[in-house]
């Protein structure tokens, strides 16, 4: 008897340990969009865009924010965490009384929604209640249900509840909780309400910060420093580098001017469809590395420096491709579209592609 429930666990565990291997090696589909943070126009020009990633039909929308684990221990001096504090504090000032268990407190709201989406005053909670849990991706992706789609349908209760418990729009817009112009207001967050999903997925990674703030600064101050001999003596060698330095920023600022905009293909669709193809690529490497490798070399080029920031830029995108494919994993997606900045698009494509059981798809291929 004991032997054969012995090999009946044993079977099982089996079983289990081919279940969870067959899972984790699932093909995953990553649609991986280079976006840019600035998107100025009317939200309307924007809807050829989210129209195409709606037809994918992904099963997660993944945005770059950090995970809110990461964010609430990271140092004060991290970026992300320097730029979320404010906002905390405005919160909890507002916040008489912070729930006991938030993790619970946030659970049984969602589940609310999910059955009452219009129960506006549990939304404006849960708004709050995300940024109390460091969860600044879905704040911001409740904040904007709010504002874009439920506020017309405030009874003058609602409004005056949504301004004790956060605010106001304007208070929300000075503190870039509500962020007019972003990829997310324009494109990401209207994705994902219109598919039904049930939230954003934060995928940043800003372990290495303070290691790439070093790096940089290093190259800022060498390249200063070049800028300022090649002024006291213009014909120098450097003078050359410093115009091929030059001559990056201008490229980067006139791509794709030769393109005009048609009846059937907008400035916007253009400029998406551009920031997703190795030219950019090439252009937005040389603009953000001071010329970049094209320049490695140059006479009082600060390659070494430079080198170093590939280096942590490059930690940065393995660790957001790791975020990536373990949630994916985590929740059984099949098929995921991630909105990145563009300067991220080519180092992730790339760690993405060679990652076992894992497609990239362009932007640009989808129909």
């Known amino acids: 008897m004991k032997q054969s429930l012995l090999f009946l666990l044993t079977i099982t565990l089996l079983r289990a340990g081919f279940s969870s291997n067959v899972s984790a090696q699932a093909p995953l589909e990553v649609v991986l969009v280079a976006s840019s943070h600035g998107n100025p126009s009317k939200p309307e020009k924007y809807r050829p865009i989210i129209d195409k990633l709606k037809a994918y039909q992904p099963d997660m929308v993944f945005g770059e924010y950090m995970l809110p684990a990461e964010l609430k221990v990271a140092d004060d001096s991290t970026y992300s965490r320097y730029t979320f504090m404010p906002r905390y504090r405005y919160i909890m000032r507002r916040t008489p009384v912070v729930p006991k268990n938030l993790a619970r407190e ?19 909670e849960l708004a709050r209640n995300y940024v109390l849990a460091y969860d600044r991706a879905n704040a911001e992706y409740q904040l904007h249900i709010l504002e874009k789609y439920q506020k017309p349908k405030f009874s003058p209760a609602d409004l005056a509840y949504f301004d004790t418990v956060l ?99 907008t400035q916007e669709m253009i400029y998406y469809q551009f920031m997703n193809t190795p030219a950019y690529d090439a252009v937005d490497e040389a603009m953000n590395f001071y010329g970049g490798e094209a320049l490695y070399g140059m006479p009082g080029f600060p390659t070494e420096s430079v080198k170093g920031m590939k280096v942590q830029y490059e930690r940065r995108n393995q660790g957001m491709c790791e975020n990536i494919v373990r949630q994916a994993r985590q929740q059984g997606a099949k098929k995921v579209i991630v909105g990145v900045g563009a300067s991220h698009g080519k180092g992730m494509r790339e760690i993405l592609a060679a990652m076992p059981g894992v497609k990239v798809i362009s932007y640009n291929d989808l129909h």
């Open 106 to 124: 946030i659970s049984k709201q969602e589940k609310r929604l999910r059955k009452a989406p219009d129960k506006h005053a549990t939304r404006i």
């Open 167 to 265: 605010g106001g729009a304007d208070s929300l817009r000075k503190l870039k909780l509500l962020r007019p112009g972003t990829e997310y207001d324009r494109i990401y967050f209207p994705l994902v309400y219109e598919l039904g999903l049930p939230q954003v997925y934060p995928m940043d990674c800003q372990k290495y910060d303070k290691e790439w703030s070093q790096e940089w600064s290093r190259t800022a101050v060498a390249v200063e420093a070049l800028k300022a001999r090649v002024k006291a003596d213009s014909t120098s060698a450097e003078a050359l580098t410093a115009k091929k330095m030059q001559a990056a920023v201008v490229a980067y600022h006139t791509f794709g001017d030769d393109i005009k905009p048609t009846e059937t293909l």
